[in-house]
């Protein structure tokens, strides 16, 4: 195999060479550029690029069964000086022009590796299973009906001294117990992220009756999590680099592997033994809608049959407090940390940092069935885009977020009149709240039924959790019938409608399709939709 493939790219360089130099001869001379492009066409053929070329194939080329030796692959002082000579050649050949052609590695033929997938019918994704960590429950049927009746969780921040920063609140979360889902060992090591994506996944774990005997007769191999994080193990790293003011001695042992945002995922798959796809994400703001997409997308292709999925994040400690406040998109509204997360208001001055994690389980349908699963509802799917545009600041016209919604409703077939509920990103900030609304009324302007809310109202932005645990709410949405007001909305923005805006109070509102919107820094963009399973 060894020979095989030195000899393959060999060729395939010669060819290039010989190829380069004859579309250089036909470039030079004074034709029309159709006929340089016909004549250049005809001397670079599949057949030309092996019997037009001066250098042959060896018969290693066409077979396998000759292992190349030790010294031909690097004793050969001949091949070496080939080698080198044809080095030195490349890098001053010209790029190709537009219209040339070029010659690629031809690899033996392989029958039996190019037979064709056989399909697959179309496999549907429902969720099964919900666990959630807010400032305002560590359970989803709790968490959600505080959001119906308006509570909020923003308050001081008591984690830790902010008394010289200019912002003083946030969504933190007062009381959080581990006991029962995370061994204490562990939990005295891990970062709080780590924490709260282990305690919710298991939470919706055990949300969809799940049990131990049920876990043992499943097929672990076809179980995934794909749970992100935007920032991380901040406290971990921030503990690591104080501790190194003193000596690397002093540093934690695990606070590299705590500190990267994939190993929440990794620490829950080890747990559970769960071996299917097993990854994180890390798209800022967004991060949880790119893994809860890319966690259906693994069931909808038959790589799995269930997938933890969501994000977390726990940043409300000094370096991540400071950190938004030198960004400048804070609310310092400390007098009064309730009426300080307001999306859509006029006096909205910033947004109030949350912590949290949202998961869902998400199971392939007949699965789900099979094990005599409730479903909570249907997953339809979603799309991503980007802005293109600017680290923070939201596109002038909002292009990438009407891309994104118009490619997640073509992508799962859903008409744009189907969509009557949206659970919007809207984060309290002057630009993006408005630059969303607009982007929503171009793309849903003609649907006299469409109601909007905003959880970070309440809860704040949870950043890479956000998505998650709005998620969350959006399922709670369709399966209660009921959706939770926007508190703080009491003097609206003037280019905002409130006949599309959730009041201060909850509303019954039979969902037919709703969508939930996460976007984040770097100009990620993520649109994902759920309907009420049929």
Known sequence: MAATSLCTWFVAACMSVGCQNDS?????????????????????????????????????YYSSKNLCSKDFLFGDKAFASIFRDFSRRKQILPAPRSGEAMAVAVQPLMEDAIKKKPPTKHRRVVVTGMGVETSIGHDPDVFYNNLLEGVSGISEIEGF???????????????????????????KRMDKF???????????????????????????????????????????????????RISYRKMNPF????????????????????????????????????????AANHIIRGEADMMLCGGSDAVIIPIGLGGFVACRALSQRNNDPTKASRPWDNNRDGFVMGEG????????????????????????GGSFTSDAYHMTEPHPDGAG???????????????????????????STPAGDL????????????????????????????????????????????????????????????????????????????????????????????????????
């Open 357 to 380: 994690a949202g998961v869902l389980l998400l199971e392939e349908l007949e699965h789900a069935k099979a094990r005599g699963a409730k479903i909570y509802a249907e997953f339809l």
């Open 401 to 427: 977020v009407i891309l994104c919604i118009e490619k997640a409703l073509a992508q799962s077939g859903v008409s744009r009149e189907d969509v009557n509920y949206i659970n919007a990103h809207a984060t």
């Open 255 to 294: 606070c590299v592997p705590f500190a990267t945002t994939n190993m929440g995922s990794a620490m829950l798959a080890m747990d559970l033994g769960w071996m299917g796809p097993n990854y994180s994400i890390s798209t800022a703001c967004a991060t949880s809608n790119f893994c809860i997409l890319n």
């Open 194 to 244: 780590m924490l709260y994506m282990l305690t919710a996944g298991k939470k919706a774990l055990a949300d969809s009756g799940i049990t131990e005997e049920i876990m043992d007769q499943m097929d672990k191999s076809k179980c995934g999590v794909l749970i992100g994080s935007a920032m991380g193990g901040m406290k971990v790293f921030n503990d690591a680099i104080e501790a190194l």
């Open 435 to 534: 630059k969303e609304y607009q982007a929503l009324l171009h793309c849903f302007g003609q649907n006299k039924e469409l109601r909007v809310n905003s959880t970070k109202s309440m809860i704040g932005h949870l950043l890479g959790a956000a998505g998650a645990v709005e998620a969350v709410a959006t399922v709670q949405a369709i399966r209660t019938g009921w959706i939770h007001p926007n508190i703080n909305l009491d003097a609206p923005d003037e280019r905002v409608d409130m006949n599309v805006l959730v009041g201060p109070k909850k509303e019954r509102l039979k969902v037919k399709v709703a969508l939930s919107n996460s976007f984040g820094f770097g100009g990620h963009n993520s649109s994902i939709l759920f309907a009420p399973f049929q």
């Open 161 to 187: 001294d902010c008394s010289n920063y200019p912002t003083k609140i946030a969504g933190e979360i007062k009381s959080f117990s581990t006991d029962g889902w995370v061994a204490p060992k562990l939990s």
């Open 24 to 60: 250089t001869t036909v470039l030079s001379s004074t034709t029309s550029s159709n006929r340089r492009r016909r004549r250049l066409l005809a001397k670079c053929t599949p057949q030309s690029l092996v019997s037009g070329c001066s250098f042959q194939p060896c018969d290693d």
